[in-house]
Nanobody
């Protein structure tokens, strides 16, 4: 049974930082690309960042220079370090390993 379990969301002030984690089980983690998506109320789910099995990364233009995706294959975990957070980053963030989704973790950026 595949499980993707996100953690690390919460309420943060504009300009602050959060680190999201996604612990995977039931898959051969090291050979799979991993991704983070987000969905804000009333909006479509969008790709935030993706990392290949070899560590190559790509980002949405809106988060380039502020977010960093990384992975620890020994821990079967993918991370999303989010810096300089903005109110428009408020969304539910989902971990993705095709075709599987995590349950999501809420990030709220507000003063």
């Amino acid at each position: 049974q595949v499980q993707l379990v996100e953690s690390g969301g919460g309420l943060v002030q504009p300009g602050g930082s959060l680190r999201l984690s996604c612990a995977a089980s039931g898959i051969i983690f090291s050979i799979n690309p991993m991704a983070w998506y987000r969905q804000a109320p009333g909006k479509q789910r969008e790709l935030v960042a993706r990392i290949t099995s070899g560590g190559l990364t790509n980002y949405a233009d809106s988060v380039k220079g502020r977010f960093t995706i990384s992975r620890d294959n020994a821990k079967n975990t993918v991370y999303l370090q989010m810096n300089s957070l903005k109110p428009e980053d408020t969304a539910n963030y989902y971990c993705y390993c095709g075709p599987y989704w995590g349950q999501g973790t809420q990030v709220t950026v507000s003063s």
